[in-house]
């Protein structure tokens, strides 16, 4: 009735709803009508190219979006491996081609410890591949790159601080 007083119509045969929560005791029938017509409650559908379950659980949409950026990283690898390229060049590639494949659509995402720590590993991984180990000349020996040098050499957000700032700008909105 009040979409109707400011000009709206809902169609109900063209709407669905789903109702997201992680509790069990969610799973009780809840109905929607619209002018006595039934709204159909969906399981899960695709928003902002994520596949949204009513549970909320995003590890197989994780695993689709960082294998997304896996098959990313390795069409650009070569020109990643470029040596003549500056680091702050092959980090704006990192940030514009890579990150925003895995980032696509993060802000319906609900992140559990497991599903950060899954990033930063990825993360990580792409740019210690990136920055490559260097050889220490006193002992001859390759230096791994650890965790501490790679934030020094990559000062910007990790990449659950940066899903997390794009939540809460779209839920401002």
Known sequence: MASKEIGLEVIADKNKYM???RDQNSRQNHSTKVDNISVERMEEFKYLGTN?????????????RLKSGKACYFSVQYALSFSLLFKNLKIKIYRTIILSVV??????WSLTLREERTLRVFQNRVLRR??????DEIRGEWRKLHNEKLNDMYPSSSIAWVIKSR???????
């Open 52 to 64: 949204l379950t009513n549970q909320n659980f995003i590890q197989k949409e994780n695993k689709r």
């Open 103 to 108: 980032l696509y659509g993060c802000e319906t």
């Open 19 to 21: 109702v997201m929560c």
């Open 130 to 135: 990136r920055f490559r180990p260097k050889m």
């Open 167 to 173: 939540r809460m700008r779209w839920e401002v909105m």
